[in-house]
Every structure is written in C-alpha cells, then in structure tokens.
C-alpha cells in the first residue's frame, strides 16, 4: 500500500489547514502522526474502519480526522493552529495486525 499526503504549508497562528492522504489500497486504520524538529514522533489522530476515533490530548478539539472509505482518503482539518503544531506530518495506515505503511510525510509550518 502506498500513501500519498497533501495540505501541508505555511498557516499564520490561529489559522487552519486541512490534510489529506489517499492510500492505494484497502486498509483497516488509517491516522496521522508528526514529528517537530529534535522531537519524537508522536500520534496526533486515528481512526479504525468503523471504529471511534483516537486523539492526541494536544488536539484539544481543534482536530478532526475523517474518512473516505470508498476513496481510501483519510482527512485531518486542523483549526486554531499554533506554533507548537509545527512538524512534518505523516500519514499511517495499518491493513492488518503487524503490517503498516507511512506515508512521505508534509510539512505544517505555524508562523507569523
């Protein structure tokens, strides 16, 4: 499976971007983590086929992960950015117990 993300860019604090990765085949979970300069990655949303989404406590309700299972497409609108959120994202999807892909990964930037 191979995943394709797009959205990323420059965003002025308080502003809102909107992410999406469409993967070329089936998959059971699909979700987004980020990795910020020096730090670790970390996840930031999932969400299972016909399960309830998970997400970071740094959301704090500003992020909503959705999903387009006939288009194997997984959405993140993020609102209220900060500059905290600065990182590369990237997309994760797992198909089965064990096996997962990563996407290339796109980059948010929060500044003024």
């Known amino acids: 499976v191979q995943l394709q993300a797009f959205g990323g860019g420059l965003v002025q604090p308080g502003g809102s971007l909107r992410l999406s990765c469409a993967a070329s085949?089936?998959?059971?979970?699909m979700g987004w983590y980020r990795q910020a300069p020096g730090k670790q990655r970390e996840l930031v949303a999932t969400?299972?086929?016909?399960?309830?989404?998970n997400y970071a406590d740094f959301v704090k309700g500003r992020f909503t992960i959705s999903r387009d299972i006939r288009a194997n497409t997984v959405y993140l609108q993020m609102n209220d950015l900060e500059p905290e959120d600065t990182a590369v994202y990237y997309c994760?999807?797992?198909?089965?117990?064990?096996?997962?892909?990563w996407g290339q990964g796109t980059e948010v930037t929060v500044s003024s």
């Open positions: 994760h999807a797992r198909v089965s117990p064990g096996i997962h892909y």
């Open positions: 085949g089936r998959t059971f979970s």
């Open positions: 969400l299972p086929r016909g399960g309830t989404t």
